[in-house]
Structure formats: C-alpha cells, structure tokens
C-alpha cells in the first residue's frame, strides 16, 4: 500500500526557474495539505484541500499555487524559484480535519 | 505567543527511562491533538492522537490531555534508543488548518 507518494525525492534549481511538486495519494482522502519545513522548524501550511476542485491558502502561500483536479492528485507549483524557496515540502492526506494526516517522504529542495 | 508550543530540547534520558514531552497550545477551542515522530532527513509518523480529557495509552505511549491548562503530553516508557527522534505536538481546532509545534528532541542514551 503506497499511502502518499512524492516526486522527485531531490530537486536543484536555479533561480528564476520554475517546477511542479507531485503529490499522489491512494486512501481516497478528500482533504490533502502541502507543508514546508526548514531547519529546526515547524511545518508551515502553504496550501490545502478539502477535496477535487477546492483549494485555499495556508500559513505561507507566497511564490506558490496548487490544483486539484482528481482526489489523488494534489500538485505544487513554484514559479519563479527564489532562495527563501529552499526547503523540505511535504505533502499529506487525511480522511477528515480532524483526523491523523499522513505524510509523503518529502521533497528535498534547493535554489541556487 | 506562540500557537503551539514545544521546547526545543535537546531531552536526554537514560534506556530504560521514562521520556516526558510537553506541549501547550494557546486555542482554547481545539479539539484533535496529535503527537508524531521525526527522525532525521525523514517524513513525521503518527504516534498517538487523542481528543479527550484524560490519558489514552498504547504500548509504550501514553498522551495526557488537560484542555482546561491548555496542555497535552506524551510519555514514552522503557525509552530505548530508537526512541531518538524529534518529536511534533499538533492541534487542530476544527478547521481546516492543524497547527504543528516546532517539536522537541529526543536523545535517549544506551
């Protein structure tokens, strides 16, 4: 059972350049969330869904933007790649808001 | 203040002994509370979850909730040194949004 899967694991970029995170899921979850966690930091929200077609801003929004077009498929997108960008992203899934989220490996980025 | 909030450690315990980690949360309002565990260049897991007054206890876990001091703990018996980890607090108060605490490290000594 694959849970939540993330792509890539290790990503460099250069500044200005764009990329898409993958995040799949196979729990049929309808609210999926994107996190990044800098060192020796929380995670911060960036975006979140509440299921196909709703997504809504977290905590860090900025220089990022999602879609939801199937349950499964939660993607972040980052545009113009910035140096404050380098970080580990996570995405997760639950069954409700109230409930255990569960995590993908994670997404390893830098920015140079 | 902080919405959750952990300190940072690092908490160092002998084998064998017991590893008491604490949390605070400033939403009086919450409902969920979960404790997951990081260990290093990894993704959090699900360690415990409780949503009531009182202690919920599995295996080694044991989470204590008291949401009239605003604070949620967990304990870890016979610690063992793949306990080390850090280890994330996390609120939800029936939003959308969980709001996760910085977490504490746990290094427990052979």
């Known amino acids: 059972n694959a849970g939540v899967t993330q792509t890539p694991k290790f990503r460099i970029l250069k500044i200005g350049q764009s990329m898409t995170l993958q995040c799949t899921q196979d729990m049929n979850h309808n609210y999926m969330y994107w996190y990044r966690q800098d060192p020796g930091m929380g995670l911060k929200l960036i975006y979140y869904?509440?299921?196909?077609?709703?997504?809504d801003k977290g905590e860090v929004p900025n220089g990022y933007n999602v879609s939801r077009s199937t349950t499964e498929d939660f993607p972040l997108r980052l545009e113009l790649a910035a140096p404050s960008q380098t970080s580990v992203y996570f995405c997760a899934s639950s069954s409700d808001k109230t409930q255990p989220q569960h995590f993908g490996d994670g997404t390893r980025l830098s920015i140079l | 203040q902080k919405e959750v909030e952990q300190n940072s450690g690092p908490l160092s315990v002998p084998e064998g002994a017991i590893a008491s980690l604490n949390c605070t949360y400033s939403d009086r309002g919450s409902q969920s509370f979960f404790w997951y565990r990081q260990y290093s260049g990894k993704s959090p897991e699900l360690i415990m979850f409780i949503y009531s007054n009182g202690d919920k206890e599995d295996g080694r876990f044991t989470a204590q909730l008291n949401k009239a001091s605003q604070y949620v703990s967990l304990l870890i018996r016979d610690s063992q040194p793949s306990d080390s980890a850090t280890y994330l607090c996390a609120v939800n108060t029936g939003g959308f949004k969980t709001i996760f605490g910085a977490g504490t490290r746990l290094f427990v000594k052979a």
């Open positions: 869904s509440v299921g196909a077609g709703i997504t």
